[in-house]
Structures are given as structure tokens and as C-alpha cells.
């Protein structure tokens, strides 16, 4: 196993072995960043659940209130007049079966896909492809609809998904490490309260067990849940 370096050891050292509260753990990331770009924050989330049953699975989305600090490229697999609102609205690529055979092809240069229901019969093809990028339009994260226009917005305005894993684990970005600190927090609390939301009504015993911060480069910081759940 590789050794960390300097900057990493440093950077670990600089934290105390215990959880802290969301708004010092975000305030210590800031500080402890070493990388010379503008690193990506996530936040990851050890549930309580077990997700190979159905009835316990946690996924949903949440818009973040400042966004992810990068615009979205946004797919949309539409016909009709959807494929104006979708242009009118902001979106990258447009179109209905020539997009399904790009991605056919292998086409995937995108951040995000959204798709009518009409046309889910073409693009249910389409999963092996998109399935494994989590790319694939699904009407529980809003992105098979006939409100194309209100889904580019949410999509371009920082709507992020996120899905336990099979390890029980949620991961997802909640913005950039050079973000104002008081908007990192914001945006960090809007993700953990979303996934606190989506707890399954199956789930039994302890839900969170235990929250993490990080950056791309940096170590994690542990968080207190105790203190999340009392500012939800």
C-alpha cells in the first residue's frame, strides 16, 4: 500500500480523533485543503440498512441550495414539442431516437439524462450503457417526466442524486472546497437532511451510523450525527 505523503499526513494530523459538529467540520476541511485545484466535497453516510431488500433501499434527490459550482451537461430524449421546451430550457442535447442511438454507440460525454415517458420504450435499452454511470432516467429522481423544463432547472441549479450502496453506503458531492464556508455548510446539511428524509419505513434500530466530510485530496472528518439531527 502506497504511503501518503507530506501534505495528506499534515492534513490528518491536523484533526482531533473525535466527531465534530457540521459547521466546525466543514470550517477544518477549509483549512486543512492542500490541493492546488478546486477540489470536490462529498459528504458519505454509513446507513443502517440493508439494501439487497427492495423495501430498505434509500435513494432520492435533493437541489442544492448553492449549487455544485460547475453547470451540468444535461441530456434530453424527447418528441414533439418537448424537444422545444428542452432547447428553449437550457439543455445541451436534444433529441429523441438519434440520441438514443449515440449513446448506442457509446456516446456518454454528459452529466445528467432526462427522458418522456414516451420515449422510455427506446431508452430502456439503453441501461447496461447507463445503468453503471448512474446516468439512467428514472422517474423517482425526476428525470422521466414530461416537465422537461423544470427538470433542466433542477438539474442545472446543483440537483444532485444519491443511492445507498450495496456496502450501505450513500456518497455524493455537495459542492467545491473553495465555496464560501457558510454556503459548503448549507449545502452539506441540505444533502444529510435529505437522505435523514428518505429513510425507508422498514428500517429498524440506529438509521445513520456514522457521517463523513472530505475533499477530493484531504482526509475525512468525522461528524457528530447528534448534531445534525438536532439542526433538522
Same mark, same amino acid.
Given at each position: 500500500?502506497?504511503? *501518503?505523503?507530506?501534505?495528506?499526513?499534515?492534513?490528518?494530523?491536523?484533526?482531533?480523533?473525535?466527531?465534530?459538529? !457540521?459547521?466546525? @467540520? /466543514? *470550517?477544518?476541511?477549509?483549512?486543512?485543503?492542500?490541493?492546488?485545484?478546486?477540489?470536490?466535497?462529498?459528504? @458519505?453516510?454509513?446507513?443502517?440498512?440493508?439494501?439487497?431488500?427492495a423495501d430498505q433501499m434509500v435513494r432520492g434527490t435533493v437541489v442544492l441550495p448553492n449549487g455544485l459550482g460547475?453547470?451540468?451537461?444535461? /441530456?434530453?430524449?424527447a418528441s414533439g414539442e418537448k424537444v422545444k421546451e428542452a432547447r428553449d430550457a437550457g439543455a445541451d442535447e436534444?433529441? +429523441?431516437?438519434?440520441?438514443?442511438?449515440?449513446?448506442?454507440?457509446?456516446?456518454?460525454?454528459?452529466? *445528467?439524462?432526462?427522458?418522456?415517458?414516451?420515449?422510455?420504450?427506446? /431508452?430502456?435499452? !439503453?441501461?447496461?450503457?447507463?445503468?453503471?454511470?448512474? !446516468?439512467?432516467?428514472?422517474?423517482?429522481?425526476?428525470?422521466?417526466?414530461?416537465? /422537461? @423544463?423544470? *427538470?433542466?432547472?433542477?438539474?442545472k441549479a446543483g440537483k444532485v442524486e444519491f443511492r445507498v450502496d450495496k456496502a450501505g453506503i450513500v456518497h455524493?458531492?455537495?459542492?467545491?472546497?473553495?465555496?464560501?464556508?457558510?454556503?459548503?455548510?448549507?449545502? @452539506?446539511?441540505?444533502?444529510?437532511?435529505?437522505?435523514?428524509?428518505?429513510?425507508?419505513?422498514?428500517?429498524? +434500530?440506529?438509521?445513520?451510523?456514522?457521517?463523513?466530510?472530505?475533499?477530493?485530496?484531504?482526509?475525512?472528518?468525522?461528524?457528530?450525527?447528534?448534531?445534525?439531527?438536532?439542526?433538522?
Amino acid at each position: 500500500m502506497p504511503k *501518503a505523503g507530506k501534505k495528506y499526513r499534515k492534513a490528518a494530523d491536523a484533526r482531533e480523533r473525535k466527531p465534530y459538529p !457540521l459547521p466546525e @467540520a /466543514v *470550517a477544518l476541511l477549509k483549512r486543512i485543503a492542500y490541493a492546488k485545484f478546486n477540489e470536490t466535497v462529498e459528504v @458519505a453516510m454509513r446507513l443502517g440498512v440493508d439494501p439487497k431488500h427492495a423495501d430498505q433501499m434509500v435513494r432520492g434527490t435533493v437541489v442544492l441550495p448553492n449549487g455544485l459550482g460547475r453547470s451540468k451537461r444535461v /441530456v434530453v430524449i424527447a418528441s414533439g414539442e418537448k424537444v422545444k421546451e428542452a432547447r428553449d430550457a437550457g439543455a445541451d442535447e436534444v433529441g +429523441g431516437e438519434d440520441i438514443v442511438e449515440r449513446i448506442s454507440g457509446g456516446w456518454t460525454d454528459f452529466d *445528467a439524462a432526462i427522458a418522456t415517458p414516451d420515449m422510455m420504450r427506446s /431508452v430502456g435499452k !439503453l441501461g447496461k450503457i447507463l445503468g453503471p454511470r448512474g !446516468l439512467m432516467p428514472n422517474p423517482k429522481t425526476g428525470t422521466v417526466t414530461f416537465e /422537461v @423544463a423544470k *427538470a433542466i432547472k433542477e438539474i442545472k441549479a446543483g440537483k444532485v442524486e444519491f443511492r445507498v450502496d450495496k456496502a450501505g453506503i450513500v456518497h455524493a458531492p455537495c459542492g467545491k472546497i473553495q465555496f464560501e464556508e457558510q454556503k459548503l455548510y448549507e449545502n @452539506a446539511k441540505a444533502l444529510i437532511e435529505a437522505v435523514l428524509r428518505a429513510k425507508p419505513s422498514s428500517s429498524k +434500530g440506529k438509521f445513520v451510523r456514522s457521517i463523513s466530510i472530505s475533499s477530493t485530496m484531504s482526509p475525512g472528518i468525522w461528524i457528530d450525527e447528534a448534531s445534525v439531527e438536532a439542526h433538522t
